[in-house]
């Protein structure tokens, strides 16, 4: 039995048994060293409930029964979630740390790194799409004129909008390169 297992006059019974369980509760190589240990010493009441999971009183309201959740993620990431509804901002400031804590720090740039500028990867593909969509239906309605079929007023507009959104994508690809 530790010696914190006996609760001081005037001490809550809890607070003598997190003390008593706190070995069990922080795992041994993320204490102080790392922020999941760092937020856990700052918490009252908790309780390991699974491998690299916790459950403690939520320091942003009068919480009687655990209902903060903490998770340590594959990737480093600390997850937390407060049953009651506090916002995670207000559990973290009520302890002392800001949401950045909750995340692995980030290794520095590869020596020679320049980060790439113009348009975002998934937002050229985007273009490209919107590029390739515009083009087939101007395309079809300039056929359809030049082969003598008649055209509707509607498709005529709809082209003179696809000829327009070309223009914006050529403007945009333009303004990146």
């Known amino acids: 039995?530790?010696?914190?297992?006996?609760?001081?006059?005037?001490?809550?019974?809890?607070?003598?048994?997190?003390?008593?369980?706190?070995?069990?509760?922080?795992?041994?190589?993320?204490?102080?060293?790392q922020p999941v240990g760092e937020l856990l010493a700052r918490l009252d009441a908790v309780r390991r409930t699974?491998?690299?999971?916790?459950?403690?009183?939520?320091?942003?309201?009068a919480d009687r029964s655990p209902s903060l959740s903490i998770k340590l993620a594959d990737d480093g990431r600390i997850l937390v979630h407060d049953f009651a509804g506090c916002p995670v901002e207000d559990v973290l400031a009520a302890v002392g740390l800001e949401v950045k804590d909750l995340f692995p720090p980030r290794d520095p740039p590869p020596e020679g790194f320049r980060p790439r500028?113009?348009?975002p990867e998934h937002r050229a593909r985007d273009l490209i799409r919107l590029a390739a969509r515009e083009a087939g239906i101007a395309s079809i309605v300039i056929q359809d004129i030049l082969s003598g079929n008649g055209t509707s007023v509607d498709d005529c507009q709809r082209a003179l909008r696809a000829a327009e959104t070309l223009a914006e994508i050529a403007r945009e690809v333009s303004s990146h390169a």
Do not use: V
């Not at 001081?8 to 204490?31: C, L, M, S």
């Open 1 to 33: 039995m530790s010696r914190y297992a006996k609760a001081a006059p005037g001490w809550p019974r809890e607070a003598a048994h997190r003390k008593a369980t706190d070995a069990h509760n922080f795992p041994q190589n993320h204490r102080s060293s």
């Open 50 to 61: 699974g491998d690299g999971r916790w459950l403690a009183r939520c320091p942003a309201h």
């Open 117 to 119: 500028h113009g348009i």
